[in-house]
Structures are given as structure tokens and as C-alpha cells.
């Protein structure tokens, strides 16, 4: 996975429409992984159980970037794609997307079905607003307690979000940005000299 900061939306959006009687409901989320925007996808199609469509769409960051949508019965190429073309355009990673369709009696063509599912997706992305993101690890750094002082004031002037459990020795479980990782971890074993046991 790249260390490259990434856009993505800072939350859950939405956003409701209609066009010529066809009611629209566009759902956009933060996704780390594809199980979790199928998640997603499944959670709306049970909020909307009786919706003629329900198209989603996904961008994730694995390794490679994992992008997929699909037309749920709409005609191909009408609705999936339009809505990821949205979030490649927004460049935004790590998000799903689902819009959810209520037919209202006119056939929209594939033209005006691609305009509306794209804007589906774009008014619920600006619903929700975007980030920018630094990918982050877990490191796990354990030491005794003559060196936990020093370990806990290397964490906080990183202004990594850790948690120190206190037992026979101390463990800090920090998240880190992955960029900063390797270098957070040679200044802890430079300042324990080489007596942090740590784990990334």
C-alpha cells in the first residue's frame, strides 16, 4: 500500500431526488476494505427493501486499488459506471457508494439514468465532505518500566494516538502514519538503547 496521503469523504452523506417521477437516494461512506463497502451496500439494500435498483459502487485502497460497481439490472453501462466515473473523478479512495433507485412509471434512457445515479453520488459526496488521509500502522512496543517515561514523551511529541497498558512490563499500542513509522521506531530504540521489544 502506498504512503501517499489520499483523499477520502469524512463520513457518511446523503442525498435525495427526483427526475420525472423516479425517486433517487445516493449513500456514500468511509470503506478501509472491500468487505466492509460490500457492508455497506448490503446495509442499504436491507434499508430499502423494496427499491426497484440498488447500484453501488466502490473504491478501495488494497494493493492494487480494488474499483468495482455494477448496474443491478439498470441497462449496461447506465448507472455503475456513471457512479464510480464520479469517484474517480473526485479522486477519492477508501468509499462506497450506493444509490438507490424507486422506478416512477417514465424510462429515463440511459442518457438521464447515468446523469441521475452520477449525481446520486456527487450530491452525497458533497453531503458528506472530504479528507485528506495518511495511511497509518499499528506499532506495539513494549519496555520496562524504567523506560516507559521516555517511550510515552517520544509518542506524544509524535502526536501518535497510542494506548499504554501497565503490567509486568508497559506496552504502548501506538497508530502511526506509515511514512513516519520507521523513523518513530529508530528514535525509541536509540533513546531505550536497543531495550524496546517493538513490533510493526
Known amino acids: 500500500m502506498s504512503e501517499e496521503a489520499y483523499r477520502t469523504v469524512a463520513g457518511r452523506g446523503e442525498a435525495?431526488?427526483?427526475v420525472r417521477g423516479s425517486k433517487f437516494v445516493g449513500h456514500v461512506g468511509p470503506a478501509q476494505t472491500v468487505e466492509a463497502a460490500e457492508?455497506?451496500?448490503a446495509a442499504v439494500r436491507e434499508e430499502y427493501p423494496d427499491a426497484t435498483h440498488v447500484v453501488p459502487a466502490y473504491r478501495v485502497r488494497t494493493n492494487p486499488l480494488?474499483?468495482?460497481a455494477s448496474d443491478d439490472g439498470e441497462p449496461t453501462n447506465s448507472a455503475g459506471k456513471p457512479a464510480l466515473n464520479v469517484l474517480q473523478q473526485e479522486g477519492v479512495e477508501n468509499v462506497v457508494a450506493a444509490v438507490v433507485r424507486y422506478y416512477g412509471g417514465t424510462n429515463l434512457g440511459?442518457?438521464?439514468l447515468a446523469r441521475a445515479y452520477a449525481r446520486g453520488v456527487k450530491a452525497a459526496l458533497d453531503d458528506a465532505g472530504t479528507t485528506t488521509e495518511r495511511p497509518?500502522?499499528?506499532v506495539s512496543i513494549t519496555v520496562e518500566y524504567d523506560d516507559s517515561g521516555t517511550v510515552r514523551g517520544i509518542l506524544e511529541s509524535e502526536g501518535a494516538?497510542?494506548?499504554a497498558t501497565y503490567a509486568e512490563t508497559v506496552e504502548f499500542d501506538a497508530r502511526v502514519p506509515v511514512a513516519d513509522g520507521r523513523g518513530l521506531c529508530d528514535r525509541i530504540r536509540s533513546a531505550t538503547s536497543g531495550r524496546a521489544e517493538i513490533d510493526h
Open 110 to 112: 440511459v442518457g438521464g
Open 161 to 163: 494516538d497510542f494506548d
Open 136 to 138: 497509518h500502522e499499528r
Open 16 to 18: 435525495r431526488f427526483a
Open 39 to 41: 457492508a455497506v451496500v
Open 66 to 68: 480494488r474499483e468495482w
